[in-house]
């Protein structure tokens, strides 16, 4: 059966069990899907699937609504496919809903096209650095608005990234250093811009820091 003609299940047909094998199997579309059909067919069936009532593990079902948010966010704002983009915007007001975060799930104008990321660390700052880990490989996604939407993130994250580990910083340092030389000059030049806005939140800074970044700029 061609892509085309498929269309989400009935909720009806799913028991329980069925849902929540489904959530745990499902997923925001992974940054290398390069069908745009099929980002679009996996974000709206994870919607559909956690609008269902009747979850066994409640608990389960919130942390991997809270796991979309990032792949989410960065497709709403960067992805190229007009339904794609509109599918995970969508599915993003209804899994802020869930979480009880309003200001996320308010609907977003044009201009304010960064309250998502901006509210998602207003809610939820403690996990920045697990938001930031989530985000990196969006830093080599196909898509060149992805891959500015991810750098974008990281640079609205760094403050809420002053208690994290050296090992931490230096992997998301490392991780724009990389970006710093993409071939697109928009990219490569906000991510050397995020690593200044990274290096300057992290207080103190430490000697081997310095250094490092010093020899990631020659």
């Known amino acids: 059966m061609p892509l085309g003609d498929l269309s989400p299940l009935p909720s009806a047909t799913l ?6 094998r489904l959530l745990l199997k ?3 579309p992974p940054p290398y899907q390069e ?5 679009e067919l996996s974000i709206c069936l994870f919607k559909d ?19 979309s948010l990032v792949p989410l966010m960065l497709h709403t704002l960067g992805d190229e496919t007009e339904n794609v983009a509109k599918a995970s915007y969508e599915t993003l007001c209804v ?10 799930s308010h609907r977003v104008q044009p201009l304010e096209r ?8 207003e809610h939820d700052g403690s ?4 938001y930031v880990y989530q985000s990196l490989p969006y830093l080599q996604h196909a898509q060149v608005a992805v891959r500015m939407a991810a750098v974008r993130f990281i640079g609205l994250a760094a ?15 490392d991780a724009l250093y990389y970006a710093s030389k993409d071939d697109e000059t928009q990219v490569s030049s906000l991510a050397a811009q995020t690593m200044t806005i990274l290096t300057s939140a992290w207080v103190p800074p430490r000697r081997g820091w310095i250094l490092r970044a010093l020899c990631c700029s020659l």
């Open 114 to 121: 960064w309250r998502p990321g901006e509210c998602l660390l």
């Open 95 to 104: 899994a802020a809903k869930l979480l009880k975060w309003k200001r996320l």
């Open 49 to 67: 699937i956690i609008q269902m009532a009747d979850w066994k593990d409640q608990r389960q079902m919130l942390k991997k609504v809270r796991r």
């Open 26 to 28: 499902s997923s925001c």
């Open 15 to 20: 028991t329980p069990l069925l849902r929540e």
């Open 35 to 39: 069908c745009s059909q099929v980002r």
């Open 159 to 173: 403050p809420h990234l002053k208690g994290s580990s050296v090992k931490v910083l230096q992997e998301i340092y």
């Open 127 to 130: 996990r920045a650095e697990e």
